[in-house]
């Protein structure tokens, strides 16, 4: 099926480890986005990559390193993390001016 | 950067009831304009999308949606609104630059 997949699907995890969350698109979008959901829903972008290049980077802590070894992938790396990073994180992908086609979500639950 | 307003956050109507979902945006040209749908435990669906031409956007399952330039908006309607329609709806602008900004999202409940 063509779509945008990212896993895992639930990440449970302590304050001050380290996580990754995959993403993968097999729509030959050029565009691939990390969005983050807070508890009231908020979509918030965090980072949009074209062709592999940061594009945007929406003032988040450095502590979250995106990472797009092809144009079909980006992936997530998120260090020391912290239990305000609670919540549900969202990829999608786009082709130009296009919808943005999501995966289901990663809900990430620090404790 | 561009941004949109959903100034409902929670909005009930009853089963076979109109609805009507307002969004309002801000940005120097041209928007490109979405509206998503979002059900408990899921991801987003595209309802419908505004990109330029006829003012008047159909979309899925019974949705409209009409860009207004004049009062910068883009509210969301159907005509009849079913329990399944219960979810978090999403307004959405987008430019250029591929980078795409959502509204704070509108939760519908549908009474029996």
């Known amino acids: 099926d063509t779509a945008v997949s990212q896993t895992p699907k639930y990440l449970v995890t302590q304050m001050g480890n380290d996580k990754s969350i995959k993403c993968e698109q097999n729509?030959?979008?050029?565009?691939m986005y990390w969005y983050k959901q807070d508890s009231k829903k908020f979509l918030k972008i965090m980072f949009s990559?074209?062709?592999?290049?940061?594009?945007i980077n929406e003032t988040v802590p450095n502590r979250f390193s995106p990472k797009s070894p092809d144009k079909a992938h980006l992936n997530l790396h998120i260090n020391s993390l912290e239990l305000g990073d609670s919540a549900v994180y969202f990829c999608a992908s786009s082709q130009a001016a296009s919808p943005l086609h999501f995966g289901n979500g990663t809900r990430l639950t620090v404790t | 950067a561009q941004s949109v307003t959903q100034p409902d956050i929670h909005i009930t109507v009853s089963e076979g009831a109109s609805l009507e979902l307002r969004c309002n945006y801000s940005?120097?040209?041209?928007?490109?304009l979405f509206w998503y749908v979002q059900s408990p435990g899921q991801g987003l669906q595209l309802l419908l999308k505004y990109f330029s031409g006829d003012t008047l956007v159909q979309g899925i399952k019974g949705f409209e949606a009409e860009f207004k330039r004049s009062q910068s908006s883009f509210n969301l309607r159907k005509p009849s609104v079913h329990w399944s329609d219960a979810a978090e709806y999403f307004c959405?602008?987008?430019?250029?630059?591929?980078?795409?900004?959502f509204g704070a999202g509108t939760r519908l409940t549908v009474k029996p």
């Open positions: 990559y074209n062709n592999k290049e940061l594009i």
């Open positions: 959405a602008v987008g430019d250029n630059n591929n980078d795409m900004r």
């Open positions: 940005y120097g040209a041209t928007p490109y």
């Open positions: 729509l030959g979008h050029d565009t």
